[in-house]
């Protein structure tokens, strides 16, 4: 009969403990998430207040003896950077530069970010704006009273016994500067984006040109560095044979010194 063996026991796995300062970014960061979903983010005090002080504590994070792994780390900060760049959006004064800068945080944290609640903040904000630029343009925020009034919006010389024709021909003005207004807003929102799409060029080509620049000398040290070496060796390998001449010299002279001596030795001894 086969006698089981006792299954050893499992190592158990130790998972490091948060710090208390961790804990409340964690919490603090699920807290302006939250707000940012659920509130209006224009003009809400709190909400700033509260990103503030999660920049601040993050801040402290790094420094802090339990800090932890680097990959929670940076999610914190990025993370806060996201909500950070949401408030600052919201202070901008009209909607396209609101819309603008949602766009461009939608190449941080919003669309890299595997958290969803990012996502949903960014998706809400690029709406909400969206809305609010289309409201300015096509002049959307009016009543429901104002806009059954435009069928009689008055001239600068309309009166109460104005014909229909003037009525009609108000009514044409006022819709041909509203199309104009438009126009005028449509363009300037397209100088802006060609403005920076030109600075970023730019920088890009900046970039290219030092790069470049950068290849080119290391290149050209390279080959200077090559040709000294060449110098460096020749040099050597003449030092060498001069080296070797001199004993050469040295060994004969110190020779012949020898056989000269030996030889008055000698005629010394036989007289």
């Known amino acids: 009969m086969a006698v089981e063996k006792p299954e050893k026991p499992k190592p158990s796995v130790t998972v490091p403990k948060k710090s208390r300062l961790e804990m409340n970014v964690r919490l603090l960061l699920n807290k302006c998430e939250l707000m940012a979903k659920q ?15 999660l920049n601040e504590m993050i801040a402290e994070l790094k420094t802090s003896k339990d800090k932890p ?14 909500l950070k760049g949401v408030v600052q959006t919201a202070s901008l004064n009209t909607p396209s530069e609101k819309l603008e800068a949602v766009q461009l945080l939608s190449h941080g944290a919003a669309t890299m970010s595997a958290d969803a609640s990012a996502q949903e903040i960014h998706q809400k904000t690029r709406v909400k704006y969206g809305v609010e630029l289309r409201s300015e343009l096509f002049g959307l925020e009016d009543s429901d009273d104002t806009l059954r009034k435009r069928n009689i919006i008055k001239a600068p ?11 009609i021909d108000s009514l044409l003005k006022y819709h041909q500067n509203m199309q104009e207004k438009v126009a005028e807003n449509m363009v300037l929102l397209t100088k802006s984006l060609k403005e920076q799409s030109q600075i970023a060029s730019t920088i890009i080509k900046g970039d290219t040109e030092a790069l470049k620049k950068s290849s080119e000398l290391t290149d050209r040290n390279i080959s200077s560095l090559k040709v000294e070496s060449d110098r460096l060796q020749e040099h050597s390998k003449s030092a060498w044979k001069c080296w ?21 030795m000698k005629k010394k001894a036989v007289t």
């Open 157 to 167: 010389n309309f009166t109460s016994n104005s014909s229909g024709q003037e009525d």
């Open 39 to 53: 509130e209006p983010i224009d003009d809400n005090c709190r909400l700033t207040q509260y990103v503030e002080a």
């Open 244 to 264: 070797l001449w001199i004993m050469l010299a040295i060994v004969m002279a110190i020779f012949i010194n020898m056989v000269l001596f030996m030889k008055v």
């Open 69 to 82: 792994a680097k990959e929670h780390l940076a999610e914190y900060v990025k993370r806060a950077s996201f």
